[in-house]
C-alpha cells in the first residue's frame, strides 16, 4: 500500500496535480523576505490597508454629494446603515443605538475583507484567526466591562437562571459560565474557519482545472462554490455582527 501511495504520488507530481491549497493563507513579507515579526508589513497588511480604503471611498467619499437620488455608492452605504440600525435596535433596543458607530464599523471591517478575498490573487484577512480572535476579543472584554459598569453584581445575574427549579440553577450556572468564556472562541472561529474552508475547497477545484478530462467539471464546481462564497461573505460578516448586537444585549439586560 505504501509503495502504490508513493507511486500515485510521482503520477500524480508528474501530472500537474501537486497544489497546496493552504499556500494561499501564508504570511509572507510585503518587502524582501525573511521572517516576519511585530512590525513587518505583510500581505496581511496591504489588504486590511486596501479594506479600509475601500470603506472610506463607499462610506465617506460615496456619500460626500448627499443626493436626492442617490449614486450606486451612496445607496450601498445608505443600505448599510439602514440595515445595521435595524438590527441593532431590533435585538438590543433603543439603548443599543449608542453604540451604532463600533458595530457598524465592525461589520463594514468584515464584509469589505470577505468580498475583497473573492479577488483573484488577493488576500482575505479574515481567514487568520489572529484577526477575528483580536475581533471576537473586543467584542467580549467590551461587553464585559460594559456590562459591569451599567449593571455592577447584577450582571452576574447573567449566570443565574432564575427561570428554573432551585436545584438545577447552579449546575446550570456553571454551564452558562463556560458557555460566557467560550464565547470567543466560537465567535473568532466560526468566521475564520468558514472562509478558509470555502477558499482551500476552490483551490482545490482550481488544481484539478489543469487536468482536460475534468477539467469541464471542475469549473463548473469552481463557478458554483464562488456563487456560494459570495453568500457566505456577506452571511458571516451578519453572523458576527448579530452575535454582538445579542452579547450587547446581555450587557444591557442580564437578567434571564
Known sequence: MATEAAHGAEQAAEGGLVFHPMDQFMVKPLFGAGDVGMFTITNVTLWMFLCILAIIGVMVLGTS??????????SVAELAYGFIHKMIEDVTGKEGLKYFPYIMTLFMFIVFSNFLGLIPMSFTTTSHIAVTWVLALAVFLGVTILGFVKNGVHFLGL????????????????????????????????????????????????????????????????????????LVAFIQAYVFTILTCVYLKDALHPAH
Do not use: D
Open 65 to 74: 454629494r448627499r443626493a436626492i437620488i442617490p449614486s450606486r455608492s451612496q
Open 159 to 230: 449566570f443565574w437562571v432564575s427561570s428554573a427549579p432551585l436545584a438545577l440553577r447552579p449546575i446550570l450556572a456553571v454551564i452558562e459560565v463556560i458557555s460566557y468564556f467560550v464565547r470567543p472562541v466560537s465567535h473568532s472561529i466560526r468566521l475564520a474557519g468558514n472562509v478558509m474552508a470555502g477558499h482551500a475547497v476552490m483551490k482545490v477545484f482550481a488544481g484539478f482545472a489543469a487536468l482536460a478530462v475534468v477539467s469541464p467539471v471542475s469549473i463548473v464546481a469552481i463557478t458554483a462554490i464562488y456563487g456560494l462564497e459570495v
